[in-house]
C-alpha cells in the first residue's frame, strides 16, 4: 500500500436519496476525477448509503482557518433575535 | 475430513454449475487480493466485487441443487473433475494487470450471458441473470478502466499488461467451445451455448484492446479443457484452499 500517498486526496459528498442533499461522508485517495467516483462506489457506497456521488479534490477546498473560529463564529451565540421565533404565527400554519 | 458429493446431474443443472464454477473461483481468486491491493481502495473494491461473484454462485449452486444439495454442499465438497470453469479463472493470480485483464474478459463473458440468460425459459435462472447483468456491467467497467490506465501508463505497466494479454488470450478460445451440456441448455431454451456469445466477446474485447493500444493476439491451436473438468494443475491447489474448513468442520458456519 506504498503508491496511496503519491495520489491526490479527494472528498467524498453522497446522497443517499433522491431530494436529499450530497452529504459529505469521508476522502479517498485516487489519480483522477474518473478514479475517484469508481472509488468511492466502492468505499462509501457498499451498504446502500447512495444514488449519487460526487467528488471534489481536497485541495480545491477553501477552508476558514481554525484560528479565526472564535472571531467568526462566537458571536453569533447570544443573537437569539437572528432565529425567526419571535413572529406569532396564524392557526392555520402549521409545521414552521 | 468430509467426503466428496456427487455433482447434480441433468443437463440444466450442468449448465447452471459451469457458470457457478466460474464465477465461485474468480470469486476465490479476487479474494486472495484481500490485504494485498496496490492500495486501500482499491482492496475494498475488489472484495467488493469477489462477494459479488460469489453471491452469483450461491445463487445458482442453490438452484442447481434443487433441495437436494445446499450450496455449501455443491460448492465445496466436490472432486476436482466435477468443476466445470473454464481454465481461465483458475489461473493464479498473478500481478495486478493480470487480475484487471481477466476481469475485463470474464466481465465481458459473463455480461453476454446474462443478458441472453434473462430471457431463460427457465424463470428462476432469469430472475438471477437480471440482478447479476448490473454486477458484471460494472465490473468490466471497473476491469476495463484499469486496462486502460495499465496499458497507457508507465513503461512497466504496459510492459506486465502486454504480458498478461499474451498469457491470457489462450485461454480464451475455451470459453467458446461447446459440448453436450451446451447444447441441450440451447435446445430446451435454457440458455446459449457460450460459443454463441463469441463475436459479442471479441468485438467488445477488440474494441476494449484498441483503446488501450494492445494488439489483439492470434488465436492459437492450443485448448484448455476446465469446462470439461480438466483442469489445469492450479486448480488442486485452489480447491484445497478453498474446501479445507468446510471439509475440516462439516457445516460450520460465521
Not at chain 1, 486526496?9 to 485516487?30: N, P, Q
Not at chain 2, 427457465?122 to 454486477?135: F, M, R, T, Y
Request: glycine share 8%.
Amino acid at each position: 500500500m506504498s503508491h496511496g500517498s503519491e495520489w491526490p486526496l479527494w472528498e467524498v459528498f453522497v446522497r443517499s436519496k433522491a431530494g436529499l442533499d450530497h452529504k459529505h461522508c469521508g476522502s479517498l485517495h485516487a489519480a483522477d476525477a474518473a478514479m475517484a467516483i469508481q472509488l468511492a462506489r466502492d468505499v462509501y457506497t457498499r451498504r446502500q448509503e447512495g444514488t449519487s456521488v460526487w467528488v471534489v479534490r481536497s485541495d480545491q477546498i477553501t477552508a476558514s482557518d481554525p484560528g479565526d473560529k472564535e472571531m467568526y463564529f462566537d458571536p453569533a451565540a447570544d443573537k437569539v433575535y437572528r432565529h425567526p421565533t419571535f413572529y406569532v404565527l396564524p392557526d392555520a400554519v402549521d409545521h414552521m | 475430513m468430509q467426503a466428496s458429493i456427487a455433482r447434480p446431474e441433468g443437463a440444466a443443472a450442468l449448465y447452471a454449475l459451469r457458470i457457478a464454477d466460474t464465477c465461485l473461483v474468480l470469486g476465490q481468486r479476487l479474494a486472495e487480493w484481500c490485504g494485498h491491493a496496490p492500495v486501500l481502495e482499491e482492496d475494498i473494491a475488489l472484495a467488493n466485487i469477489a462477494l459479488d461473484l460469489i453471491g452469483q454462485a450461491r445463487a445458482l449452486y442453490a438452484h442447481a441443487g434443487a433441495g437436494r444439495l445446499d450450496e455449501d454442499q455443491i460448492a465445496f465438497l466436490r472432486d476436482e473433475r466435477d468443476y466445470l470453469n473454464p481454465t481461465l479463472v483458475e489461473l493464479p493470480r498473478g500481478d495486478f494487470a493480470f487480475t484487471m485483464l481477466r476481469n475485463a474478459m470474464v466481465a465481458t463473458l459473463l455480461g453476454e450471458l446474462w443478458k441472453r440468460l434473462a430471457d431463460s425459459s427457465d424463470g428462476e435462472l432469469a430472475a438471477i441473470a437480471g440482478k447479476a447483468l448490473k454486477e458484471a456491467r460494472y465490473h468490466r467497467r471497473h476491469a476495463g478502466d484499469w486496462v486502460l490506465r495499465l496499458a497507457g501508463g508507465t513503461d512497466e505497466s504496459r510492459r506486465r499488461t502486454e504480458a498478461a494479454l499474451a498469457e491470457l488470450w489462450r485461454y480464451a478460445a475455451e470459453l467458446f467451445e461447446s459440448d453436450r451440456i451446451e447444447d441441450d441448455a440451447a435446445q430446451s431454451g435454457v440458455g446459449p451455448r457460450w460459443s454463441e456469445l463469441r463475436a459479442a466477446w471479441l468485438a467488445e474485447m477488440r474494441a476494449l484492446l484498441g483503446e488501450a493500444g494492445l494488439a489483439t493476439p492470434r488465436e492459437v491451436a492450443f485448448r484448455s479443457t476446465g469446462k470439461l473438468g480438466r483442469h489445469s494443475e492450479h486448480m488442486g491447489y485452489l480447491l484445497a484452499d478453498m474446501q479445507f474448513l468446510q471439509r475440516s468442520f462439516p457445516g460450520g458456519v460465521w
